[in-house]
C-alpha cells in the first residue's frame, strides 16, 4: 500500500490552535517528565542483545538475544518479577529471534544461524529444561508462530532452500507450506493467515492452512500484526494499519507528527487502546528520544508519551501490555516497566490533513538484509515523477550520506548502501519528494 503525502496548508485553524497547546504541553514535559514508567536493567549477557520479549502475566516472562553474528553464544532469559530481574535459563551457540509461551509452562524458541543450522527449542516446566525439536532441514528460523503445542509454523527467509514450514504433531515432521522467501507469520486460526516478506513489500493470506496463499493487492507486509478476530486487526510496517473486513483492505492510521514517526512493534489491551513504539523525538540539546504511542480508540487518534528525556534511550523496539496497567517497552539492551497504565499524559499533535482522494504517490521499504554488515539493499516506489533524495542519518541526526539526488520518475527503484566506513550503530534512511521529508526508516549497522 501507497502512503500518501499531505498538504501542510491545509491544515484547519482548530489543528493549528491544538498544536500550539501541544507545543506548551510538550515543552513543560521535556522538563518535567511523568513518572508513570520506571528503568528496568538486563543481567550481563556479554554484549548480546536483547531480540525478542514476551510476558505471560504480570511477573513472569522470558526474552532471548540475537545479533546475527556468527560464532556468538546467546541466551534464553527470564524474570519472575515483572522485569525487575532477569536470569539466564539456557545458553545456545544459535543465534536466536523469536520466543514464544502458550502458558506458564510451556514455551518455543527458534533460531539458526552459526553454521550449525537451524533450530527450535522446547520447555515445559516453565524454562527450567530445554529440549530440541527435529527442526534441522533450515540454516535458520526468522519467525515462529505458536497456535498450540501441536501446531507450529515457522519461517526461513532464505533464497535457496528457504520457506514457511508447519507441524501438526508437536514437530515430530514438518511439511513445506509455502516455497519461498516468507520472513514473518500470523495466524488468526488453524486455518487463516497471513505471511510478510523480509522487506515487507507484499502480503499473502492463507484460508485453507496454508495450502494455498494469495497475494493481497496493494498491501505491503508487516514487522507486526494482530487481528481481534477474522475481521477486524492492524499491522505495522512503518506506520499502522487497520482492517475491518480480514485484511482485504487497509486504512492507514496517522501518528503524531515527531521526527520519526514509525511504529515497529504494538500490543493491544483491546479494541479501543493500544500500544505502540519505534519512533523518535528530537529535543534540543538532548537529542532524539524513543517514545511510546498509545490509542484509546482504535487508532482513529494516536498520542505518544516519552518515559524519560533524560535518559540516553534513543527508541524502543518491543512492547509488551498484558493488561490495561502492567506493560514494557525494551530496547536493546534495557527496556522501561509501568505498573499503572503508562503515564497520565499523552501528547496529541496535529497532524496533516488527511484526505482521501489524495493519490498514493510512493512507498518506502525496509532495508534488507536489517541488521546488516556492510552492506544492504533500500527499494522504494514511486507512482509519479518527483525530484527524490534518499539520505543517510546517523543516530544524533547527522548527515552521513546521500545515496540518490536527482529526478526520478515512475518505477521502483533499488539502492544498495555500503557502510564499511562507517561506525556500528543505528542508522536512519529519509525519502524527500520534491524537497519534502516524506518517510523515515531505521537500520542497525553490525560490524
Request: hydrophobic share 35%; with cysteine; aromatic share 16%.
Amino acid at each position: 500500500m501507497f502512503k500518501k503525502i499531505f498538504d501542510l496548508n491545509k491544515l484547519s485553524t482548530l489543528l493549528l490552535y491544538t498544536s500550539i497547546l501541544t507545543f506548551i504541553i510538550s515543552f513543560n514535559f521535556a522538563h518535567n517528565p511523568p513518572s508513570g514508567w520506571y528503568q528496568q536493567f538486563m543481567p550481563n549477557l556479554n554484549n548480546r542483545q536483547l531480540f525478542d520479549v514476551q510476558f505471560i502475566d504480570s511477573l513472569t516472562g522470558f526474552g532471548i538475544t540475537g545479533d546475527g553474528t556468527v560464532g556468538d553464544t546467546n541466551y534464553i532469559i527470564k524474570t519472575s518479577n515483572g522485569g525487575d530481574n532477569w536470569f539466564i535459563v539456557n545458553s545456545i551457540f544459535r543465534d536466536l529471534s523469536r520466543v514464544r509461551f502458550i502458558n506458564a509452562n510451556t514455551g518455543f524458541v527458534c533460531g539458526g544461524f552459526n553454521e550449525v543450522g537451524g533450530i527450535v527449542l522446547k520447555t515445559t516446566n516453565g524454562g527450567n529444561n530445554w529440549f530440541s525439536l527435529n527442526a534441522s532441514f533450515a540454516n535458520h528460523f526468522d519467525d515462529m508462530f505458536v497456535l498450540n503445542e501441536d501446531t507450529i509454523w515457522l519461517t526461513d527467509d532464505n533464497g535457496f532452500n528457504g520457506g514457511l514450514f508447519r507441524t501438526t504433531n508437536g514437530g515430530v515432521t514438518w511439511n513445506l507450506q509455502y516455497n519461498g522467501r516468507p520472513a514473518k507469520i500470523y495466524m488468526i486460526n488453524s486455518q487463516t493467515g497471513f505471511f510478510s516478506s523480509s522487506n515487507q513489500s507484499f502480503l499473502n493470506k492463507t484460508t485453507d492452512g496454508g495450502f494455498n496463499w494469495s497475494v493481497i493487492s496493494g498491501a505491503n507486509g508487516f514487522s507486526d500484526i494482530y487481528l481481534a478476530d477474522s475481521l477486524t486487526g492492524w499491522k505495522s510496517s512503518d506506520s499502522m494499519r487497520k482492517t475491518t473486513d480480514g485484511g482485504l483492505h487497509w486504512v492507514t492510521q496517522i501518528l503524531p507528527n515527531t521526527s520519526t514517526s514509525v511504529i515497529e512493534s504494538f500490543s493491544n489491551v483491546n479494541l479501543d487502546t493500544i500500544w505502540g513504539v519505534g519512533g523518535e523525538r528530537f529535543y534540543p540539546g538532548i537529542g532524539e528520544r524513543g517514545i511510546i504511542y498509545k490509542t484509546t480508540n482504535g487508532g482513529i487518534t494516536w498520542g505518544y508519551q516519552v518515559p524519560d528525556v533524560s535518559s540516553n534511550t534513543i527508541y524502543y523496539y518491543k512492547i509488551n501490555f498484558v493488561n490495561k496497567l502492567n506493560g514494557w517497552a525494551y530496547t536493546f539492551f534495557n527496556g522501561v516497566h509501568s505498573v499503572t497504565g503508562g503515564d497520565s499524559i499523552t501528547i496529541y499533535t496535529s497532524v496533516k490533513n488527511n484526505n482521501s482522494n489524495l493519490p498514493y504517490v510512493f512507498f518506502l521499504y525496509q532495508n534488507y538484509p536489517n541488521p546488516f554488515n556492510p552492506k544492504t539493499v533500500i527499494n522504494y516506489e514511486l507512482r509519479v515523477t518527483s525530484f527524490v533524495s534518499l539520505r543517510i542519518y546517523n543516530i544524533q541526526g547527522e548527515e552521513s550520506k546521500v545515496l540518490v539526488n536527482q529526478k526520478q520518475n515512475s518505477g521502483e527503484y533499488k539502492i544498495e548502501f555500503e557502510g564499511s566506513d562507517l561506525p556500528s550503530g543505528v542508522y536512519f534512511y529519509s525519502l524527500f519528494l520534491d524537497g519534502e521529508r516524506v518517510d523515515t526508516k531505521k537500520m542497525m549497522l553490525l560490524k
